[in-house]
C-alpha cells in the first residue's frame, strides 16, 4: 500500500497547502519518503516514519545535517521543515556514475574529517541511528566509547540476542576489551555516522551531497568502512586512493574495517527482521574471539 496519502496529509497539515502530489521514493530503510510537487514553488523531499519513535527524531537528523555543512564544508540539502512528524527538504539529484565524482567526494570527505578534529568522542545531545536512539555521552577515551555507545549497546535488543548465542556475545566483550591492541590510537573528529552509498547524493551541479547523518565526533573509519563495506559501485575504486592520499591514512586500513563495521551490522540485526547479512558478518569477525 503506497504511503503517498499519509505524507501528503501530513504536509498539508503542516501548513504546506501547495502541496498538490506525493511520488514516493524507495532506498532508504526506516522511513516513508516521497517527492512532493506543489502549485507555485520547487518540488520538495519529504520522510515521516509510521510510528515516531520519540519528538526529536527529525530535529535532529536536521542539526546534523546543518553540523555536517556549516562545521564540516559538506553540501547537504536545505532543511524546510523538521518536527515531530515531518522533516522537509529541498530536492538532491540522483549521485552520477562516474569515477570523478567519487574523487570529488574524496575531497569532501577528507575535508570534513580533517578539519574538525575534537578533543573527546561523542555529541552534546543523543540522536538516532534509524529507528534506535544512538547514545552520544562524552566520553576522552574512543576505545572506551566506541565499545560501549557503539558495540555492546546492541547487547539485550531482542533480535541482536537472538542471532548472536552466548558464545558470540562474550567474544564481542573480548573484541571491545582488546579494542586499544587493535586498532590505532585516533583522534576524534566530525562523521557522517550513516555513510552508505545511497546516502551520499548530488546537488544541481553535480557535486557530493549528504543525507540521514547520525553524527558525532568519532574516528574518521567510522564513515570509512561503512562505504568500504556496503558494495560501493565500481567507478568508486578512485575513492578510496584519493582519501588515503589526502589524509595519509597507513596501509592496513583494510584490515580494520571487519572490526569498525561492527557497530553497524549489528545497528542493522536489532532493526530489520531481514539482516541483509549483517548476523553472518558479525560471527566471521567475532570468530577470532570466541574461547576454543
Given at each position: 500500500?503506497?504511503?503517498?496519502?499519509?505524507?501528503?496529509?501530513?504536509?498539508?497539515?503542516?501548513?504546506?497547502?501547495?502541496?498538490?502530489?506525493?511520488?514516493?521514493?524507495?532506498?532508504?530503510?526506516a522511513a516513508l519518503a516521497g517527492?512532493?510537487?506543489?502549485?507555485?514553488?520547487?518540488p520538495v523531499f519529504v520522510k515521516s516514519l509510521a510510528e515516531p519513535?520519540?519528538?526529536d527524531v527529525f530535529v535532529t537528523e536536521a542539526e546534523g545535517l546543518a553540523?555536517?555543512?556549516?562545521?564540516?564544508?559538506?553540501?547537504?540539502?536545505?532543511?524546510?521543515?523538521?518536527?515531530?512528524?515531518?522533516?522537509?527538504?529541498?530536492?538532491?539529484?540522483?549521485?552520477?556514475?562516474?569515477?570523478a565524482f567519487w574523487e570529488q567526494f574524496a575531497h569532501m570527505l577528507a575535508r570534513l574529517h580533517t578539519g574538525?578534529?575534537?578533543?573527546?568522542?561523542g555529541w552534546h545531545r543523543d540522536n538516532w541511528l534509524g529507528r534506535r536512539r544512538q547514545v552520544n555521552t562524552w566520553n576522552d577515551d574512543g576505545f572506551a566509547f566506541f565499545a560501549q555507545h557503539r558495540l555492546l549497546r546492541w547487547l539485550g535488543q531482542p533480535r541482536v540476542d537472538a542471532a548472536l548465542d552466548r558464545a558470540d556475545r562474550a567474544a564481542l566483550e573480548r573484541l571491545c576489551h582488546r579494542l586499544p591492541d587493535l586498532?590505532?590510537?585516533?583522534?576524534?573528529?566530525?562523521?557522517?555516522?550513516?555513510?552508505?552509498?545511497?546516502?551520499?547524493?548530488?546537488?544541481?551541479?553535480?557535486?557530493?551531497?549528504l543525507i540521514d547523518p547520525a553524527v558525532s565526533y568519532m574516528w574518521a573509519e567510522v564513515d570509512l568502512a561503512h562505504v568500504w563495506t556496503t558494495s560501493?559501485?565500481?567507478?568508486?575504486?578512485?575513492?578510496?586512493?584519493?582519501?588515503?592520499?589526502?589524509t595519509s591514512l597507513d596501509s592496513d586500513w583494510r584490515s580494520?574495517?571487519?572490526?569498525?563495521?561492527?557497530?553497524?551490522?549489528?545497528?542493522?540485526?536489532?532493526?530489520?527482521?531481514?539482516?541483509?547479512?549483517?548476523?553472518?558478518?558479525?560471527?566471521?569477525?567475532?570468530?577470532?574471539?570466541?574461547?576454543?
Amino acid at each position: 500500500m503506497s504511503h503517498s496519502p499519509a505524507l501528503l496529509e501530513a504536509l498539508l497539515r503542516s501548513g504546506m497547502h501547495d502541496v498538490v502530489t506525493v511520488e514516493p521514493t524507495t532506498g532508504g530503510q526506516a522511513a516513508l519518503a516521497g517527492i512532493a510537487t506543489r502549485r507555485e514553488a520547487p518540488p520538495v523531499f519529504v520522510k515521516s516514519l509510521a510510528e515516531p519513535p520519540a519528538d526529536d527524531v527529525f530535529v535532529t537528523e536536521a542539526e546534523g545535517l546543518a553540523a555536517l555543512r556549516d562545521l564540516g564544508g559538506a553540501a547537504t540539502p536545505d532543511v524546510l521543515l523538521a518536527d515531530r512528524d515531518l522533516l522537509v527538504l529541498s530536492v538532491l539529484r540522483p549521485r552520477p556514475c562516474s569515477e570523478a565524482f567519487w574523487e570529488q567526494f574524496a575531497h569532501m570527505l577528507a575535508r570534513l574529517h580533517t578539519g574538525t578534529v575534537h578533543h573527546r568522542f561523542g555529541w552534546h545531545r543523543d540522536n538516532w541511528l534509524g529507528r534506535r536512539r544512538q547514545v552520544n555521552t562524552w566520553n576522552d577515551d574512543g576505545f572506551a566509547f566506541f565499545a560501549q555507545h557503539r558495540l555492546l549497546r546492541w547487547l539485550g535488543q531482542p533480535r541482536v540476542d537472538a542471532a548472536l548465542d552466548r558464545a558470540d556475545r562474550a567474544a564481542l566483550e573480548r573484541l571491545c576489551h582488546r579494542l586499544p591492541d587493535l586498532l590505532p590510537d585516533r583522534p576524534a573528529c566530525l562523521t557522517h555516522g550513516d555513510l552508505w552509498a545511497q546516502n551520499i547524493l548530488a546537488t544541481a551541479d553535480g557535486r557530493p551531497a549528504l543525507i540521514d547523518p547520525a553524527v558525532s565526533y568519532m574516528w574518521a573509519e567510522v564513515d570509512l568502512a561503512h562505504v568500504w563495506t556496503t558494495s560501493p559501485p565500481p567507478e568508486a575504486h578512485r575513492f578510496f586512493a584519493t582519501y588515503a592520499e589526502l589524509t595519509s591514512l597507513d596501509s592496513d586500513w583494510r584490515s580494520r574495517m571487519p572490526i569498525i563495521q561492527l557497530r553497524q551490522h549489528l545497528a542493522v540485526l536489532a532493526q530489520f527482521d531481514d539482516d541483509w547479512g549483517a548476523g553472518d558478518q558479525i560471527r566471521t569477525t567475532l570468530a577470532p574471539f570466541r574461547q576454543r
